[in-house]
């Protein structure tokens, strides 16, 4: 087998090693608890515990908890169980940046007492207006040069609870000049009074990323701190503080360009407008692209892994062909899932030459080509159901599933013969007569007529009644929210389509949710834990057999 070239990170780490800038690899997934997690997201675990995991180092698990607004610990639970769920272990207990709240008070006040931090009473939008652009330079706060002890009193009160919200913040004194505006003074500590997941009541003031993320790497010995491209710019900001803290490390910040991915979106403020606003049916919807909602609906943690293995790591923004990560999903289901029949739009069949009171039992392989897979038993009887596709009065050569005179095989069992069919009062075809030639299970009609096709069925007195829930892309635009439009306008009106009485054969009683099975000649399919009802099975369609979306 040929070696994949390793990429820029597995080079710098390599590097790293060999020269030994550092004798072992620490890194860190450092998500914030606000939301769930997206596929995008499965790349940033999938590159940081694969890392560790190929260096023989060690990654954390780190809630980057410092806006607590909008954090909770739903959002941490679901976000430990898609980690495990993934295959990945983090080294260590769970770790939160409020874990470190005190270190990074002290270090706040270290700052002030250095004379590199002050308390500015500017409100948000002066702050802005002296902040300069791109092409101006800012201007100094007027409370700049406020003396060390008067920061200190003032900082004192802000943790104390004195100032109201958006009164004044603590900022890194370092150079409104700056060409990079994230050094021209950048807010270190503002005022929040919102009660925190983890931390309570204990604190109304909070760190802002900057002054966190990096400082937390330092604590936790994280010697590469990998993150998407958008703090590309915040990293002379990383090694500002670094540099000037008594901190117990030398982390060095890395980035990697985040993923993109076509026909749907990969934000948590738009997954979340998707919830809250009754778009979906929750953040675990099988159409959302949450890695919940990708494993309620059927894929793999395998699938998910080598899709991010597949599409690599490179330091360029690109879009990425949701086609990508569906073959990467069937290509795992084919050789992995077990099959099974299931008629989505039955149409009864009568075997008019089989007897009434006859139950014969077929047994079929789990799987084509796995023989560790367990074999299923088929009951077969006088009533059998069809899919109503399955069947035509009359129809040309190219058709090969059962027409009136013609033949056709039933998967695993015999080949049957069309002789009539009913209808209704409409026209609408409600019955088949078939006659079953005998003598075909596993071998040709001895008359020399061959089967045009082979069909799925179940046995009429013997399935399991089901819903089954197809799903289709959520959004219809390859960029949803391009141009001027609003994302929710791409939104795709038939994501969802429901088939209630449908009937699978007995064998999926045995079905677990999330787990999915091929439903011959449907699609890949996985019981629905949330939906389905005692008495009453309700199955995902995980993905169809083939891609009916390339051009
Ligand atoms: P969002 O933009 O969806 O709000 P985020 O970056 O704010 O995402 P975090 O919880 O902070 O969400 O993300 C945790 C980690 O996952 C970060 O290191 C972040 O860079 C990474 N990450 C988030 N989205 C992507 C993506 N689309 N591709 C790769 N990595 C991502
Ligand atoms: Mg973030
Ligand atoms: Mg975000």
Avoid at 176 to 199: E, F, G, Q, S
Avoid at 413 to 440: F, H, P, Q, S
Wanted: glycine fraction near 6%; charge should be negative; charged fraction near 30%.
């Amino acid at each position: 087998a040929t070696e994949k070239p390793s990429h820029f990170l597995q080079n710098i780490l390599k590097r790293d090693l060999d020269e030994g800038q550092v004798t072992s690899i620490t890194t860190r997934f450092p998500p914030e608890p606000n939301g769930y997690l997206h596929i995008g997201h499965a790349k940033s675990i999938c590159l940081n515990f694969g890392l560790a995991e190929q260096f023989g180092g060690q990654c954390n698990l780190r809630f980057d908890d410092t806006n607590p607004e909008k954090e909770s610990d739903e959002f941490v639970e679901s976000i430990k169980r898609d980690v495990t769920w993934l295959g990945f272990e983090w080294a260590g207990d769970i770790r939160f940046t409020s874990d470190y709240f005190d270190t990074l008070h002290e270090w706040a006040l270290e700052l002030i007492r250095a004379g590199k931090a002050y308390v500015c009473d500017l409100s948000p939008d002066q702050a802005r207006e002296y902040r300069g652009t791109l092409t101006e330079p800012g201007r100094n706060s007027p409370y700049r040069d406020r003396s060390v002890d008067e920061n200190l009193a003032l900082f004192e009160k802000m943790r104390a609870g004195e100032f109201a919200e958006g009164q004044c913040s603590l900022r890194a004194k370092i150079d409104m000049a700056a060409p990079n505006i994230n050094l021209r003074d950048p807010v270190i500590y503002r005022i929040k009074k919102v009660r925190h997941h983890h931390t309570g009541d204990k604190w109304c003031i909070y760190p802002s990323y900057d002054f966190a993320h990096g400082q937390s790497d330092a604590i936790e010995g994280i010697t590469h701190s990998i993150c998407t491209l958008e703090f590309e710019d915040h990293r002379p900001l990383y090694e500002w503080f670094i540099a000037n803290l008594p901190v117990p490390a030398e982390p060095k910040q890395y980035e990697f360009a985040r993923l993109n991915v076509n026909y749907t979106v990969t934000s948590k403020r738009k997954l979340r407008q998707l919830v809250d606003e009754g778009h979906v049916d929750g953040w675990n919807d099988p159409r959302m692209p949450t890695i919940s909602g990708m494993r309620r609906r059927g894929y793999t943690p395998a699938a998910l892994r080598n899709f991010c293995e597949r599409i690599g790591v490179t330091r360029s923004d690109s879009v990425v062909d949701v086609g990508m990560l569906e073959y990467c999903v069937r290509d795992d289901l084919d050789k992995n899932a077990p099959r099974a029949m299931c008629v989505l739009r039955p149409l009864k069949v009568t075997l008019t030459n089989y007897p009434e009171d006859k139950i014969e039992t077929f047994v079929a392989p789990g799987h084509p080509n796995r023989d560790d897979f367990a074999t299923r038993e088929l009951p077969f009887s006088r009533t059998l159901y069809i899919d109503v596709e399955d069947f035509r009065e009359e129809a040309n050569k190219k058709y090969k599933r059962l027409v009136i005179g013609k033949r056709v095989r039933l998967r695993n069992a015999y080949v049957i013969e069309a002789e009539d069919c009913v209808k209704d009062a409409d026209g609408n075809i409600i019955e088949v007569l078939a006659r079953v030639i005998e003598n075909t299970v596993g071998c040709d009609p001895e008359d020399g007529v061959k089967p045009k096709g082979v069909i799925h069925w179940v046995c009429g007195s013997n399935h399991i009644p089901c819903d089954v829930r197809l799903y289709d892309r959520l959004f219809i635009e390859a960029n949803p929210g391009s141009g001027d439009t609003d994302f929710l306008q791409a939104i795709n009106p038939e994501s969802l389509q429901l088939l209630n009485n449908c009937m699978a054969e007995p064998s999926l009683v045995d079905a677990k949710p999330e787990s999915a099975y091929q439903f011959e000649r449907e699609g890949y399919f996985c019981l629905d834990e949330h939906y389905s009802e005692q008495g009453r099975a309700v199955f995902n369609r995980t993905i169809s057999l083939r891609d009916s979306w390339a051009k």
